[in-house]
């Protein structure tokens, strides 16, 4: 299996010289079986980028299928949605998944939202080209894509709850734990410790370097030292920093990078936008 970030960045997109070497755009993650099925984490910003490479490929001509998980309606994990250009091609089968949301609405009806006239031009799900279905799943389940077996899990977020995937290919398997606040920092929940149970790869939210995290207690993201007791806990073979702060240059997430390390045996690098990982 291998997989490539697209979109690493939290909360809002950011360009400028000092966002370069690991990317602005928001979630996005692509996982590819070695047999060519595709996956995707998160539809942000960095999804528009991945669009028009699967147009150079069957999606240019309406035969492509795609499976999209996403792990809650945040603007940063959809606003690639309204832009990604596989979705205005007839013929292409794009399925949705994720939770309904923790507050007030379904997952169709948010997503409907999103593309109102107010906020897009596109005025409805409706309105898209290629064949679209929106799928709820539960928290703690497990089903099949085509390649992949994907298990979920709530996990708090602030006020509401995101979903965290495990998702096994070709005898890998990988966690995706965006957007996470645990009660007790320190002390991880053992949903998500046993969500990434042995993995060979876990994703982290790291919004917050460590000295900055006691200044935003209770925004629903973590430090980085977070994705390292989890890790740890859960036997993880490699944590990637993920979901970086928008106030986050370069360098300051080098830094972090550098000081997790220190504090554990388990290799830990920086999410970049564009990167390749061989799972
Ligand atoms: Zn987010």
């Known amino acids: 299996m291998k997989l490539r970030f697209w979109g690493v960045r939290g909360s809002f997109a950011m360009s400028g010289r000092e966002f370069l070497r690991y990317g602005g755009n928001t979630t996005c993650v692509e996982l590819l079986t070695d047999a060519g099925e595709r996956l995707l984490i998160d539809l942000g910003t960095g999804a528009t980028e991945?669009?028009?490479?699967?147009?150079?490929?069957?999606?240019?001509?309406?035969?492509?299928?795609?499976?999209?998980?996403?792990?809650?309606?945040?603007?940063?994990?959809?606003?690639?949605?309204?832009?990604?250009?596989?979705?205005?091609?007839?013929?292409?089968?794009?399925?949705?998944?994720?939770?309904?949301?923790?507050?007030?609405?379904?997952?169709?009806?948010?997503?409907?939202?999103?593309?109102?006239?107010?906020?897009?031009?596109?005025?409805?799900?409706?309105?898209?080209?290629?064949?679209?279905?929106?799928?709820?799943?539960?928290?703690?389940?497990?089903?099949?894509?085509?390649?992949?077996?994907?298990?979920?899990?709530?996990?708090?977020?602030?006020?509401?709850?995101?979903?965290?995937?495990?998702?096994?290919?070709?005898?890998?398997?990988?966690?995706?734990?965006?957007?996470?606040?645990?009660p007790n920092i320190d002390d991880p929940l053992p949903v998500a410790v046993n969500l990434a149970r042995d993995v060979d790869l876990l994703i982290h939210d790291a919004m917050h370097a460590d000295e900055d995290y006691e200044l935003r207690r209770g925004w629903g993201h973590s430090p980085a030292r977070a994705g390292v007791v989890v890790a740890e806990r859960a036997g993880a073979k490699k944590l990637a920093l993920f979901h970086h702060s928008p106030d986050a240059t370069d360098d300051m997430i080098d830094e972090v990078v550098s000081r997790t390390a220190a504090r554990t045996a388990v290799p830990v690098f920086a999410a970049a936008e564009g990167s390749y990982v061989d799972i």
Not at 137 to 147: D, L, M, Q
């Open 50 to 182: 991945l669009g028009k490479t699967l147009m150079s490929r069957e999606f240019s001509k309406g035969a492509g299928n795609l499976p999209i998980l996403l792990s809650h309606t945040h603007l940063d994990h959809i606003q690639g949605l309204p832009f990604f250009t596989p979705f205005f091609i007839r013929g292409n089968t794009i399925r949705i998944i994720g939770a309904n949301p923790s507050v007030g609405s379904t997952l169709e009806a948010t997503l409907q939202n999103q593309l109102a006239p107010h906020y897009s031009p596109l005025n409805g799900l409706e309105n898209l080209a290629a064949g679209v279905s929106i799928e709820t799943v539960a928290a703690g389940s497990t089903f099949e894509v085509p390649g992949f077996m994907v298990t979920t899990a709530a996990v708090p977020h602030g006020s509401m709850w995101s979903t965290g995937y495990r998702i096994t290919a070709d005898g890998k398997t990988i966690a995706y734990l965006s957007d996470v606040e645990y």
